[in-house]
């Protein structure tokens, strides 16, 4: 069952329309969750609902208070006084009378004949919260640690600020309300491209190390991160067609520390649909040079010269753009040789760990003519020394 306790019901004016928000205390028992319904036949209106939560301490008997509100967008026909007459009635008639209803049942809060034509119904109502899917079936639905209970209050066309909720979500882990901080790190993970796409970085870094921070002191965060890596691994494994998708998990794994899930997520996707795993292979490849999956790697590199050849090529590229005195940048020097540097050693890694020590050698002059750096003067030494210790790790005892 759920009960239901209204607190406070207001009218609102919000760009030009009309809102009837209704503030309430909602607590549960089992597994059932609440419903809204809104109904209308006034002509040319469509009916509209928000709601938004913030959950407080639990109770005796009962899981957490969630102290929410919800609202209804009233049609431009009804009159201010009948919009009036409707918020006093409502006070009158729902304000702190508890109403408990169980699954399958409904409550009627709004009953209204608009002038000129039409009526608006809304509804408070309970039902069963729909079990996770069978291994035979469709994939299970997100369990409780990682369903989303918040949403941004927002004004009527108003577009919520996807960075300034991550940083709401640091301010309420540092006061301790770590659930408030759990349902704005749910909200940014899920919307947060969908209104500002220049978080595509910021969404698989920052905000991934700043949510493991938050479950280091609530343990029900890192849960909720790895329903989430669950589900979309499930959906990857059932579709298979999304770079985007496998590149979402390499990042979640890495930050809870289970990158042996990336390494075989790859392997299964080499033999399922080698065509995306050729265009998710520079994503895992450092992963597969740390763990040793040498000729793995070398499947995707038929001509070591010519990956080279790419490998400079870039950082000329990269060279002539931070030149250019409108864009360029000392960062964007330093970074140029960082990546040039890297992607060289992992090359002659590669090449070492498959036996072919005389063209990692020739790869390794090669780079060294560009760039004549300490880490890349040892980098074959560096690769054999690896090598070893891969082996010896995966010897057995």
């Avoid at 608006?120 to 069978?134: D, I, R």
């Avoid at 301790?176 to 209104?195: K, V």
């Avoid at 063209?359 to 030494?381: G, K, S």
């Amino acid at each position: 069952m759920i009960q239901f306790t209204f607190t406070s019901v207001d009218l609102r004016e919000e760009s030009g329309a009309r809102w009837l928000a209704m503030d309430y205390v909602e607590q549960t028992r089992g597994d059932c969750e609440r419903t809204f319904r809104y109904d209308s036949s006034v002509p040319g209106f469509t009916p509209q609902t928000r709601s938004t939560a913030l959950r407080s301490d639990a109770q005796a008997g009962f899981a957490p208070v969630l102290h929410r509100r919800v609202a209804w967008k009233l049609p431009e026909s009804l009159p201010e006084s009948d919009a009036l007459a409707l918020r006093d009635l409502l006070a009158k008639e729902r304000i702190g009378k508890p109403i408990a209803l169980a699954p399958g049942e409904e409550y009627p809060l709004i009953k209204i004949v608009v002038p000129g034509g039409g009526s608006l119904v809304t509804t408070v109502g309970v039902k069963l919260q729909e079990p996770a899917a069978s291994s035979a079936g469709a994939p299970a639905l997100k369990s409780a640690a990682s369903t989303e209970l918040w949403a941004p209050d927002l004004a009527p066309g108003e577009k919520p600020n996807a960075y300034a909720i991550l940083q709401e979500a640091s301010g309420l882990a540092n006061q301790g309300q770590y659930e408030e901080a759990l349902q704005r790190h749910l909200w940014y993970h899920h919307h947060a491209l969908e209104f500002q796409p220049s978080q595509v970085g910021v969404r698989l870094s920052f905000a991934l190390m700043q949510w493991l921070e938050l479950a280091k002191r609530y343990p029900k965060a890192k849960d909720a991160l790895v329903e989430i890596r669950d589900q979309t691994a499930r959906e990857f494994s059932e579709d298979g067609s999304s770079s985007s998708s496998f590149t979402e998990l390499c990042f979640i794994n890495k930050a809870l520390k289970e990158d042996y899930a990336t390494v075989e997520l790859f392997k299964s996707m080499q033999t399922r649909n080698p065509k995306l795993a050729r265009r998710c292979y520079r994503v895992v490849e450092d992963l597969l040079v740390e763990t040793g999956e040498y000729a793995l790697c070398a499947g995707f590199i038929p001509d070591p010269r010519e990956r080279f050849g790419q490998i400079r090529a870039r950082r000329e590229q990269t060279l002539e753009a931070a030149r250019d005195p409108k864009a360029g940048s000392p960062l964007l020097l330093k970074d140029s040789q960082r990546v040039f540097i890297k992607e060289t050693r992992a090359l002659v890694e590669i090449l070492v760990g498959i036996g072919r020590k005389e063209e990692a050698e020739e790869i390794r002059d090669q780079a060294l003519a560009v760039l004549n750096e300490p880490e890349l003067q040892t980098a074959v030494d560096d690769a054999e020394m690896h090598v070893r210790s891969v082996k010896a790790r995966l010897e057995p005892k």
